[in-house]
T-cell receptor, first 108, second 115 residues
Framework: DAKTTQPPSMDCAEGRAANLPCNHSTISGNEYVYWYRQIHSQGPQYIIHGLKNNETNEMASLIITEDRKSSTLILPHATLRDTAVYYCIVRVASALIFGKGTTLSVSS | EAQVTQNPRYLITVTGKKLTVTCSQNMNHEYMSWYRQDPGLGLRQIYYSMNVEVTDKGDVPEGYKVSRKEKRNFPLILESPSPNQTSLYFC??????????????FGQGTRLTVV
């Protein structure tokens, strides 16, 4: 399975954009990039996913580089409630393989 | 509202006493799975089911059983719980088994303590 590399932690000021990077240099052509987040010990929450093109929904934007070896999740206006662990996952099968993720801390 | 429901949310039990954690989804999803989450180890898949009567082992199946008699339910059974099964458990479901272009929905978790 393709693996991902994320920074262990990031800080962001409330109201600013949070840009969370993810490296997935061994990704294959048919593998999707998924982002989930986990707030405290709640169930992981789906954020967004994409294959090749950039994607945007009501929660976030996903920017995937042209070679697909890395991506960035953008939370355009971070709030305190966005403090969570963010997981970047390259999905090759039905199972989601979670890494350690990035702990995003949003402060006022 | 589309959701995955787990019960109970919290459970303290003694070693060897059989228990079942229930999981139900109301989205008519084919694929369901169980994960456990432990500090430093992240989320690991225990068992999964591609459809009714089809189940298979994940990465850490030892000590667990599952069944999928109906599409909506996927209970996790611990026949003889041990302290090393103390963990936070999550059930998840997604629409199509084998379809990578579909998100998974997770339950709110069951915190199990085995003493």
């Amino acid at each position: 399975d393709a693996k991902t590399t994320q920074p262990p932690s990031m800080d962001c000021a409330e109201g600013r954009a949070a840009n969370l990077p993810c490296n997935h240099s061994t990704i294959s052509g048919n593998e999707y990039v998924y982002w989930y987040r986990q707030i405290h010990s709640q169930g992981p929450q789906y954020i967004i996913h994409g294959l090749k093109n950039n994607e945007t929904n009501e929660m976030a934007s996903l920017i995937i580089t042209e070679d697909r070896k890395s991506s960035t999740l953008i939370l355009p206006h971070a709030t305190l409630r966005d403090t969570a662990v963010y997981y970047c996952i390259v999905r090759v099968a039905s199972a989601l393989i979670f890494g350690k993720g990035t702990t995003l801390s949003v402060s006022s | 509202e589309a959701q995955v429901t787990q019960n109970p949310r919290y459970l303290i039990t003694v070693t060897g006493k059989k228990l079942t954690v229930t999981c139900s989804q109301n989205m008519n999803h084919e694929y369901m799975s169980w994960y456990r989450q432990d500090p430093g180890l992240g989320l690991r898949q225990i068992y999964y089911s591609m459809n009714v009567e089809v189940t298979d082992k994940g990465d850490v199946p030892e000590g667990y059983k599952v069944s999928r008699k109906e599409k909506r339910n996927f209970p996790l059974i611990l026949e003889s719980p041990s302290p090393n099964q103390t963990s936070l458990y999550f059930c998840a479901s997604s629409k199509d088994a084998g379809n990578m272009n579909t998100e998974a929905f997770f339950g709110q978790g069951t915190r199990l303590t085995v003493v």
